[in-house]
């Protein structure tokens, strides 16, 4: 069984940074491919940033140049740098893992299998 737990979460103003970490427990062979997702209220989830065994990554146009994802080699932690954070940023951030590997990193909530409950990110003004 894997297990994802986020933690890093917080408030900031506008203009800070955080960041966010994600411990992967069980098999971290499941974890071939891990992302940051995020979901502002009301709004539906969105990807933010992705990461492959090969250290292959995409970011969402909306992050670019502000947020930088990274994994360790062990591939049981996974990080995302956030700088520059706009009021617009504020949303639960979720991790997720998958075991397979993609042609290229994908943001397909469907292509992941396993997600953590989430870590609450609140910019202010």
């Known amino acids: 069984q894997v297990q994802l737990v986020e933690t890093g979460g917080g408030s900031v103003q506008a203009g800070g940074s955080l960041r966010l970490s994600c411990v992967v427990s069980?098999?971290?062979?499941?974890?071939?491919?891990m992302a940051w997702f995020r979901q502002a209220s009301g709004k539906e989830r969105e990807g933010v940033a992705v990461i492959d065994r090969l250290q292959r990554t995409t970011y969402a146009d909306s992050v670019k140049g502000r947020f930088t994802i990274t994994r360790d080699n062990a591939f049981d932690k996974l990080f995302l740098e956030m700088n520059s954070l706009k009021a617009e940023d504020t949303a639960m951030y979720y991790c997720?893992?998958?075991?397979?590997?993609?042609?290229?990193?994908?943001?397909?909530?469907?292509?992941?299998?396993?997600w953590g409950p989430g870590t609450q990110v609140t910019v202010s003004e």
């Open positions: 069980g098999n971290i062979y499941s974890a071939d491919t």
């Open positions: 997720a893992a998958d075991p397979r590997f993609h042609a290229e990193p994908t943001m397909a909530q469907d292509s992941y299998r396993y």
